[in-house]
């Protein structure tokens, strides 16, 4: 049975810093894991991503203040968030993508963690 269990959000004021974290387990192999976030009314965007063989993508929003270092020795995936501003406010969900044949395969999602940046 796959699990993606996240931890780490919370109430933060603009500028301050937080960490979420997320262990997946009961994949066979993976091919990248990330954070996907999402707010009421809008679609789930992707955040930050990393693939197995060292590839990161960033949203452009995030770019400079978002940092994301994935163990996948571990299956674990950390994204350190600096500078939070109230845009960031919204559900964070891990994400893992199983590798199929060298490429991205099933894609699994954790429960979400909400992340809540206000003045």
């Known amino acids: 049975q796959v699990q993606l269990v996240e931890s780490g959000g919370g109430l933060v004021q603009p500028g301050e810093s937080l960490r979420v974290s997320c262990t997946a387990s009961?994949?066979?192999?993976?091919?990248?894991m990330g954070w996907h976030r999402q707010v009421p009314g809008k679609e789930r965007e992707l955040v930050a991503r990393?693939?197995?063989?060292?590839?990161?993508r960033y949203a452009d929003p995030v770019k400079g203040r978002f940092t994301i270092t994935a163990d996948f020795a571990k299956d674990t995936v950390d994204l350190q968030m600096n500078r939070l501003k109230p845009e960031d406010t919204a559900v964070y969900y891990c994400?893992?993508?199983?590798?199929?044949?060298?490429?991205?395969?099933?894609?699994?999602w954790g429960k979400g963690t909400l992340v809540t940046v206000f003045s």
């Open positions: 009961g994949i066979f192999r993976l091919y990248s």
């Open positions: 990393m693939e197995t063989g060292g590839a990161t």
């Open positions: 994400h893992a993508q199983e590798a199929v044949d060298g490429l991205g395969g099933l894609d699994y």
